[in-house]
């Protein structure tokens, strides 16, 4: 019983199949019957992946096919269709009206025949095709009125007048059909980019190889050296490479790869993709390039040829270099714990304390070795510079003994070693030939290359002078500490300059020096700042002297003295000092010297000290222009009188 079930419900399945199947097949033939020339071809449009063209009004048969969403040209060419062309063309078709129709049974009745609407030779036939199945169009010749076309329909029974603009855009050119798109492959997918360029003949026949391919930080060299690839130039450049577009199309017929260069061509760029790739084929230069030059190109295994715009390519011929990484100083700046810097017998070291304060110690025979407190800004400085050390150039990638004897660095110029973590250690070399002025050349241990480096900005950031590194800060006086007197004086004229004392310990410089001019109050704070914090532009001598020794044989005397009187706080009592400083004359609008006896230094002093300084000393009298004072109205000039007339005297009469 349940088996004869099963199989009636099994048989009412099929009729019920059929009759949707049936159904369907009716209302389709109803649509097409009642849609017009639209509901004939609507829905062949929509699923076809192929449309031919041709007839009387192309030179050639056109072909479209699509694979996927993409559509190309196979006929007369192998190229990808331009996708807003084919969408219009696709739109036109579907949506297709016809203006009036009749039958053809109409027009024998009438007495005529297709010839009489060009329709027996069409001028453009229309093959629109799915699979296996299609169905065609034919367009015949203007009609009388209106400008528009005849077309006979899919079923060859009906005549259909149609708008103009749907045959023109069949007919649209095929430059205009043609996407000038070279790659299709995305940005996002392409993980490798190879290059073949013919070598020079003075070099050889061999072909010179480059490829970079993508890793997971970065993209790298794998030919024709392993090294590190520059990401943005890499990305810059295939980026370039796939916004490339046709300039102009070649006709077949007139194309001569040996005359265009493209039976051998000079240069070949590959984009890899996920399991695909694309080559190019460059050639040679197009003579009858108008404006911008253009190689010849094709698209490996499609004959198509075109041009293409030659700068992109140019410059791709230097990737090996252009293309590569130039930071080579490869080091984490927070794991730092020294930094060593010698030239031969100079020594010098920067070695991080516990505290995180670095301290710098020059190393020398016969020196006593102190240590002192170095710079935080001048080392931030010094990490950032070797950090972002680039390579100007690439010189051997593949030294040998000679070589690093030639270039210097059997006696290197400088040695710098970095310390991570007190044990991994790094070294930096910097050499060049004796007999060579401009170039320098650098060396890590971390790479076999030579690279080529600025050398008067490279060395400038190495100074092997340990006043360089020393903490501008020369002291810094205690919160609580109060400058009760001031005290600056000219040394050679011994002329006191300025002094003033607090009457009262509570008392404040600003309200104290309420009755000095303005700019002279100023300049006298700055100078109390500055004793609060002394800093200096630069050190010059580790070591104090009665004089400022210029050189071996000149001196500068020291002019000024700025004293400061201090009160610092103690336990029961508080307990006065003094601070002194002796200054030169200023000896250009930037530098002035001065010295500490008791830091045992000599030092530039910054800019803010040096105006200062210059306000309390100069005594020529500035200008209102120069104070910022009102200028007085100037004296008017009284005009020169006229001269007196003369008379000229009389000519004598003649007798």
């Known amino acids: 019983m349940r088996f004869k079930f099963t199989i009636f419900l099994l048989a009412l399945n099929i009729v019920t199949f059929g009759l949707i199947q049936f159904l369907s097949k009716q209302a389709e033939q109803t649509d097409t019957q009642t849609g ?16 031919e063209l041709s007839g009387k009004r192309l030179e050639v048969p056109r072909v479209l096919e699509r694979d996927g969403s993409s559509w190309s040209i196979t006929q007369p060419m192998q190229w990808s269709a331009n996708y807003f062309a084919i969408n219009r063309i696709l ?90 798109e070279i790659f299709n492959i995305p940005v ?3 993980d490798a980019l190879s290059l073949r360029t013919k070598a020079a003949e003075a070099i050889g026949n061999g072909d010179f190889k480059v490829r970079l391919a993508r890793t997971n930080s970065g993209w790298i060299f794998e030919a024709p050296l392993s090294a590190e690839a520059d990401p943005t130039l890499v990305a810059n450049t295939i980026s370039t490479l796939t916004a490339a577009k046709v300039v102009e199309f070649k006709e077949q017929e007139t194309s001569d790869p040996i005359l265009q260069g493209l039976e051998n061509p000079s240069m070949r760029v590959t984009l890899h993709g996920n399991k695909r790739h694309q080559t190019l084929l460059i050639g040679n230069k197009d003579p009858a390039a108008r404006g911008e030059p253009t190689y010849f190109a094709r698209i490996e295994d499609n004959p198509t040829v075109f041009t293409v715009a030659a700068e992109p390519f140019d410059e791709l011929r230097k990737a090996q270099e252009a293309l590569r990484e130039r930071s080579f100083m490869s080091f984490d700046p927070n794991a730092l714990t020294a930094i060593d810097i010698s030239e031969k017998a100079l020594q010098l070291r920067l070695q991080k304390l516990e505290t995180g304060i670095w301290q710098v110690i020059e190393s020398n025979a016969g020196t006593d070795i102190q240590p ?13 510079d070797l950090q972002t050390l680039q390579a100007s150039g690439f010189a051997v990638d593949s030294p040998s003994p000679t070589d690093l004897d030639r270039l210097g660095f059997n006696q290197p110029r400088r040695s710098i070693t970095l310390t991570q973590n007190g044990s991994d250690e790094t070294t930096l070399l910097l050499a060049h030939p004796e007999s060579e002025n401009e170039q320098l050349y650098a060396r890590s241990d971390k790479a ?20 360089y590194y020393r903490n501008r800060t020369l002291e810094t006086l205690p919160e609580a500490a109060r400058i009760i007197a001031l005290k600056l004086e000219n040394l050679t004229t ?3 300059l300025f002094e003033h ?25 700055a100078l109390l700042n500055a004793i609060r914090k002394f800093t200096v532009k630069s050190y010059l001598i580790d070591g104090y002297e009665d004089a400022y020794p210029v050189d071996s044989e000149t001196t500068r005397p020291w002019v000024y003295r700025l004293s400061a009187e201090l009160l610092l706080p103690g336990d029961e009592t508080d307990r006065r000092d003094t601070r002194t400083y002796v200054f030169t004359d200023r000896l250009s609008g930037t530098i002035q010297v001065g010295g500490s006896e008791l830091h045992a230094t000599i030092f530039a002093i910054p800019q803010q000290t040096l105006d200062a300084l210059y306000v309390l000393t100069e005594t020529m009298e500035l200008t209102p222009e120069a104070t910022g004072e009102p200028i007085p109205e100037a004296t008017p000039i009284e005009p020169v009188p006229e001269p007196a007339p003369t008379t000229e005297p009389e000519a004598p009469v003649a007798p």
């Open 501 to 525: 004392k607090l009457a009262d310990k509570e008392t404040l410089w600003e309200n104290a020096l309420i009755d000095t001019p303005e700019t002279e109050r100023a300049a006298t704070l």
């Open 372 to 384: 002192r407190h170095a710079d935080p800004e001048v080392i931030a400085k010094l990490i950032n």
């Open 91 to 180: 739109n036109q078709l579907q949506f297709l009206e016809e203006e009036a129709s009749f039958s053809i049974n109409e027009i024998k009745r009438t007495g005529q025949s297709l010839a009489d609407y060009g329709l027996d030779d069409p001028w453009l036939k229309l093959t629109i095709a799915h699979q296996n199945q299609s169905i065609k169009l034919s367009v015949g010749t203007v009609t009388e009125i209106g400008n528009n076309f005849y077309l006979l329909g899919p079923s060859g029974q009906d005549v259909f007048v149609v708008n103009r603009q749907v045959i023109d855009s069949l007919l649209v050119d095929l430059g205009d059909l043609r996407n000038r």
């Open 36 to 51: 017009g020339l639209s509901g004939m071809i609507g829905r062949e449009v929509i699923e076809a992946d192929r449309i």
């Open 448 to 467: 076999e290359y030579i690279y080529q480096v600025d050398r008067r900005a490279t060395l400038r950031m190495l100074p092997l002078n340990t006043a």
């Open 188 to 190: 996002f997918e392409i």
């Open 494 to 496: 011994r002329e006191v």
